[in-house]
């Protein structure tokens, strides 16, 4: 019974998992080529300021799913949305397709201090 839960818990930590990283962070990578920076919040949300480079795809969309499908597995990928409860929901939807590289911006948007565009 022991070496079971033992094989069950050595399985589970090696699934790939998404990163929660703070705004330092996020900025850091975010001046690679290699990361997409992706905004899962609405095309309002997105309209009033996002992150620099910031692609739109709405969690809410009925077709979200279909979009995350469309990415490149390859990229490394930052994730948000206005607090952090949708993109953490995405970045592990992300890590389930097989994406590798995931990771979500702590308290989202609201709480970023670096540059926004319009």
Not at 10 to 19: F, G, M, R, S, V
Not at 79 to 94: D, I, N
Not at 102 to 116: I, P, R, S, T
Request: hydrophobic share 40%.
């Amino acid at each position: 019974m022991l070496s079971s839960m033992a094989l069950i818990s050595a399985a589970q930590q090696a699934l790939p998992k998404y990163h929660n990283i703070s705004n330092r962070e996020a900025a850091r990578l975010m001046l690679s080529d290699q990361v997409v920076v992706l905004d899962v919040r609405t095309p309002e949300e997105y309209a009033s300021g996002h992150l620099p480079k910031a692609r739109l795809i709405n969690f809410y969309d009925k077709n979200f799913a279909e979009q995350l499908d469309k990415l490149d597995k390859n990229k490394t990928y930052i994730v948000y949305c206005k607090a952090g409860g949708r993109s953490s929901k995405a970045s592990q939807m992300l890590i389930d397709k097989g994406f590798t590289r995931v990771y979500n911006l702590e308290q989202g948007f609201d709480k970023w201090d670096g540059a926004v565009e319009q």
